[in-house]
């Protein structure tokens, strides 16, 4: 078994319950707080509520991803609008256990996970003394993006 974490975000629909549904269809043992933020990537798109997961997994990276794109398949995400749009629910491996992994479609830790607030601070949550692979631990990363705002 591998502890994984998954970054989940809506800003469409009932965007608490489908964070609550995917958590649940992932097979979420641990569930970070529910936070409203702002848009990232195009910022004129209603607010997003963000969390993060975390997942006992026996299944391998990719085959794990794919379970991620299947539920948001499932809660009726499309990929027609602009990257970083509004969407249902957004699922994004975030890490899984302490692997580095670079794979066509596939890169773990997350490669945006350093530069984003609403995911720092909920890993931080779950796993304060966490190590991010090749990039340090969630603190240091969370003071380095408060230092730059």
């Known amino acids: 078994m591998t502890i994984a974490y998954v970054g989940l975000g809506a800003n469409l629909g009932d965007r608490e319950a489908t964070i609550r549904r995917a958590a649940e269809l992932i097979g979420a043992i641990r569930l970070s707080t529910i936070r409203e933020t702002e848009p990232w990537g195009v910022e004129d798109q209603p607010l997003f509520l963000n969390a993060v997961a975390e997942l006992d997994t026996e299944l391998p990276p990719r085959a794990l991803l794919d379970r991620l794109l299947e539920v948001e398949r499932e809660l009726g995400r499309t990929r027609a609008g602009a990257r970083y749009g509004p969407r249902t629910i957004d699922l994004d491996l975030l890490l899984y256990g302490e692997e580095a992994i670079e794979e066509p479609g596939l890169t773990v830790p997350h ?8 995911v720092l601070e909920p890993l931080a949550e779950l796993n304060p003394g966490f190590l991010v692979p ?14 730059a705002s």
């Not at 490669?111 to 609403?118: K, S, V």
């Not at 631990?137 to 230092?147: E, M, N, W």
């Open 134 to 147: 090749n990039r340090g631990s969630i603190f240091f990363l969370l003071a380095g993006i408060q230092s």
């Open 111 to 118: 490669p945006h996970l350093h530069e984003r607030l609403f």
